[in-house]
């Protein structure tokens, strides 16, 4: 083994390590995970933003979950009391895409795939083979509808001035 291989394995354990933290600190404990994919969705917060937007029972409980949070390195606070989310991916977070604001599973581009493939096999495939194509598609579009619902079932979060608290 050369030593950068021994270099680079050597980084893989300590980010595996640092992993298994986040996964038993953050990912753990629900309402500190709830609060972070909060965060990842709006970017930044204040405690009462996060307060308010989670339903939380004190400001203080948004504190102590915030500083949690930032004791992890995953917010940093500014000098103006915001909290600005350091996106990080462990655990559950590991089958998301983030874009903007929106937390997608990866999932929903393999249903996309499928999709496409069962539009290229019934244009480019002959008609015994055709259905065949289809309906390997269809399973495969079906089964990565349900992980895509299953996985936003796992993050969702309702807020009071969007309709939506997080679900227990």
Request: one cysteine or more.
């Amino acid at each position: 083994m050369t030593r950068t291989n021994a270099l680079f394995g050597a980084c893989s354990i300590l980010d595996n390590k640092a992993d298994d933290v986040l996964e038993e600190k953050v990912g753990g404990e629900h309402l500190t995970f709830k609060i972070y994919v909060f965060l990842l969705r709006v970017g930044q917060a204040s405690v009462r933003d996060v307060f308010h937007e989670c339903n939380l029972s004190s400001p203080s409980l948004a504190l102590h979950h915030l500083e949690k949070l930032e004791d992890l390195k995953l917010a940093r606070k500014d000098e103006n009391g915001v909290y600005h989310v350091i996106a990080r991916r462990f655990g559950i977070l590991r089958f998301f895409h983030r874009t903007g604001k929106w937390l997608l599973p990866r999932s929903l581009y393999y249903a996309l795939m499928y999709v496409a493939l069962a539009l290229a096999c019934v244009s480019l495939l002959p008609s015994g083979m055709r259905e065949i194509g289809v309906i390997f598609s269809a399973i495969g579009f079906s089964i990565s509808i349900v992980d895509t619902m299953l996985f936003l079932k796992l993050i969702s979060y309702r807020s009071r001035s969007r309709t939506v608290t997080f679900n227990n």
